[in-house]
């Protein structure tokens, strides 16, 4: 039921004031969702704040932004992670390795493998097989979770058509221009997608590679939302204001 609530609240929060300034609505075979198209350099991925603490809400994350210099103009949940909103994975912020890469076998989404990691660094935005990861040099930001929706325009071959575990759901992906698309499922449409429709749908934004993030706890938060009270998450991904 958590989950549940969280979903309206963030869902309500769209509605404010700016939200149509990032986020488009989309709707395919009956499964809507809420996208955002933004070039990397618009993004940062954070987890701690400049003390070294966790900050686990999307208000702390606001203020942080805004006492680094950055206008958030939407904040929506990172990757999967582990009790305490420790990164189930790599996660690199500011160019810092805050949590290392997790190449373990396990149960859950995260360890379907291929799972893979979203990063960004001074050729732009990637997803890549976490197989393929090797040194942090260079990369700006990164998170590590799973598993692969797309990988070199393919969708995951462990994703079946018509598989009936439909659920809410939020990734990101790279388009072939190096524009970054964030999506989140609508938690008020009556109908939530599967993962394979899930990666599909970034196939028709015409994304290369994407990458699942979170499930039923997902959301985003625009305007005056940004600076409520919300529950606990791990990671976080954000889209600031053009300098």
Same mark, same amino acid.
């Given at each position: ?100 890469? &997790? *190449?373990?076998?396990?149960? /859950?989404?995260?360890?379907? @493998?291929?799972?893979?990691?979203? %990063?960004?660094?001074?050729? +732009? ?39 009936? &575990? *439909?659920?809410?759901?939020? /990734?990101?992906?790279?388009? @072939?221009?190096?524009?970054?698309? %964030?999506?989140?499922?609508? +938690? ?45 998450? /791990? ?9």
């Amino acid at each position: 039921m958590k989950g549940l609530v969280s979903i309206c609240l963030a869902l309500t929060f769209l509605t404010s004031a700016g939200a149509d300034e990032v986020i488009e609505r989309r709707e395919v075979d009956g499964v809507v969702y809420h996208v955002a198209m933004v070039p990397a350099e618009r993004l940062r991925l954070l987890w701690k704040d400049g003390e070294g603490r966790a900050m686990r809400t999307f208000p702390a994350v606001a203020a942080e932004l805004r006492r680094r210099g950055d206008e958030p103009l939407m904040l929506m949940n990172g990757g999967i992670y582990e009790p305490g909103g420790i990164p189930s994975g790599l996660f690199i912020q500011d160019g810092k390795v805050l949590n290392p890469v &997790n *190449r373990r076998d396990g149960k /859950g989404n995260f360890f379907l @493998k291929p799972n893979g990691i979203f %990063l960004i660094d001074a050729k +732009g935005a990637r997803v890549i097989d976490t197989a393929g990861w090797g040194a942090a040099d260079g990369v700006k930001w990164a998170v590590q979770s799973g598993p692969l929706l797309l990988r070199k325009g393919k969708v995951h071959p462990a994703f079946r058509e018509h598989s009936e &575990n *439909r659920l809410h759901r939020n /990734g990101v992906g790279v388009r @072939k221009d190096g524009m970054v698309v %964030l999506a989140m499922s609508d +938690g008020r449409s009556a109908k939530w997608p599967n993962l394979h429709g899930f990666a599909t749908f970034f196939q028709k934004l015409g994304c290369e590679d994407a990458l699942f993030l979170d499930g039923d706890i997902s959301a985003i938060r625009v305007g005056k939302g940004m600076d409520e009270p919300s529950q606990d998450y /791990g990671t976080f991904v954000a889209v600031v204001a053009a300098e």
